[in-house]
Structures are given as C-alpha cells and as structure tokens.
C-alpha cells in the first residue's frame, strides 16, 4: 500500500517550512487518498501498526520537512535522547540530516564550532563572540549533510533542502540575530545549548553530490535512527520495500508507479507488506527509513 499526504505548511520568520510526513502535535500530516483518507499519520500508526511493521515505537519515529530560507535561520542546537528525557520534554532528541536542493553557487552554511573546550565555549557564547565561534563550509546542490545532536548549525538565506530527523521539535537557540516575529524578539534558549553542546566540535559530514548507476539505490547514510538513500530513476527501476517501511520524496522530475503520475513534490510511504512497485519516468528520489536494529552508523 501506497499512502500520499497533505503537508503542513508552516510560515517562519525566516522563510518556510513544509512538514511533508509527519505525526507531530506541532504538525500531523493527513492522508489524501485510499482507504484511510482523512486520517493523520498518527492515527493511522495506532490503529494500523501493521503497516509500519509493528514497530516498538509509541510514535511515528520520523519527520520529513521541506526547508526554504529567505534569510538566517538563528544559530541553534538539538538535544540528543537522554537530555529529552531527563528533562521532561519529550520522548526523544532531534538527530537530522540536510539534502540540499537548490542554493547559490557560492552559498554556505554554519556547521561546528571553534572551541576546544566547555570553558572556552561557555565565554565566546556569553560575549558574543560568534565570528570566532562558528564554522562556515560551501554547500553545493545534491549534498548531503548530518547532523548529530550537539552541533552548533545554521541554514543562511536562499537555500531549499530536504531534512529528514528525528520526530522532535526541540530547538535550542543560542543568537537569533536580534530579530522579532509578532513584534518580540523569540526566546533563547542559552543555559539548555550550553548543556548539550558537543565540544570539542566533531568534523564536518558533508558527502559531496555524485553521479551514480541509474535505477539503483545509493546508501547516503546508515545510522542509529534513520538510513537514507538517493536513487536516480531513469526509464524503469523496481523499489523492494527492504526495511518495516519507506517513505520516498521525489526531488526532481516526474513519472508514474503503475498508471498513477508521481512528480516533485510528492512523498509517500511504502507500508510494510507492500509488494515491489515499479517505476516509470526519469526522477531523483530520496528515501529514508528507521534502521531495522541499532547499527554502527555508516557513508
């Protein structure tokens, strides 16, 4: 089974967000077509959990956003689990991962910092001293960038991006640029990045854009809460549903599954006992998927 959706779309003070798949209280995502039309995926992964293979998860373990900015985002950081937890926030942190789908050739994002230890870090956040602080590395369209829990980022003016994250929205900003949404500057979030913060910084993960074998799944990345891949369809290509279930973005072009047209823009799933489908037309995909167990995470 196939299941399409109405994103939510979600204004921000420094562009949009799209929540494409999501079961979020900040955005739950309704199915468009089939059998269960009107639904939200929330409700679908309780009163379905077949579909998703019976998965040991009290929510719908993923988020999948389209991200465009018209200016800065702030700089800010995401808590791992155990810092949600501990502080009564939620059930788990916000691991992510950027695709980027379009940006100036000479565009850049904030990802790391320069602090070689807690201390040193603790002073440059309370003085201000971002320039010294922040890491800036060029981004070109088709990379694929992670990002655990703990990195300093920011996403700069005039990107669009796919992310795929954990299913959290926690985000601890520590310099928002001293901007204002409905007349107030938004809140800081200091004393919680301070806390979670890795320092040293860990070095960039950035895979560079690449050509690859038409029809064919490329792994991007293997990790503790989800596996990406990107695919080139060009023609025909079969998709196995391998993992308890896919959600799959079409990021370029256009082509069908059986007689129903897909094209950019469209995300879907891929439910647990679904037979392979097959693809016409000449796309890009991106997919995702929680790992079947905790794996050592690899590119």
Not at 227 to 251: N, P, T
Request: with cysteine; hydrophobic share 40%; proline share 4%.
């Amino acid at each position: 089974m196939l299941l399409f959706f109405e994103p939510v779309e979600k204004p921000m003070v420094w562009g949009s967000e799209s929540w494409t798949i999501g079961a979020h209280a900040h955005g739950d995502c309704k199915i468009k077509e089939g059998d269960f039309a009107g639904l939200t995926l929330s409700q679908l992964w309780r009163q379905q959990p077949e579909l998703f293979g019976h998965l040991d998860e009290e929510e719908f373990p993923l988020l999948i956003k389209l991200i465009e900015t018209k200016e800065d985002l702030s700089l800010q950081v995401h808590p791992d689990d155990d810092y949600v937890v501990s502080n009564g926030e939620g059930m788990r942190g916000k691991a992510e991962c950027w695709y980027i789908l379009e940006c100036a050739e000479d565009a850049t994002i904030i990802l790391g910092h320069n602090a070689i230890n807690r201390e040193q870090l603790t002073d440059m956040v309370m003085a201000g001293r971002w320039n010294e602080l922040i890491r800036e590395i060029p981004i070109h369209p088709g990379d694929f960038i992670q990002l655990d829990p703990g990195t300093i980022h920011s996403i700069k003016g005039g990107i669009r991006l796919l992310e795929t994250q954990q299913n959290c929205d926690i985000t601890y900003r520590i310099f928002d640029f001293n901007r204002a949404s409905a007349g107030q500057q938004r809140e800081l979030h200091i004393r919680q990045g301070l806390d979670v913060i890795t320092v040293p910084s860990r070095e960039d993960t950035v895979i560079q854009a690449r050509q690859n074998n038409a029809n064919v799944r490329h792994k991007l990345y293997d990790g503790a809460y989800y596996i990406i891949w990107e695919m080139e369809v060009a023609g025909q290509a079969v998709i196995d549903r391998d993992q308890s279930f896919l959600i799959i973005c079409v990021i370029e072009g256009e082509g069908r599954i059986g007689t129903r047209p897909i094209g950019i823009g469209d995300h879907f799933i891929l439910t647990n006992g679904c037979d392979p489908i097959i693809l016409a037309g000449n796309m890009k995909l991106i997919m995702s998927a929680p790992p079947l167990k905790e794996r050592k995470v690899t590119f």
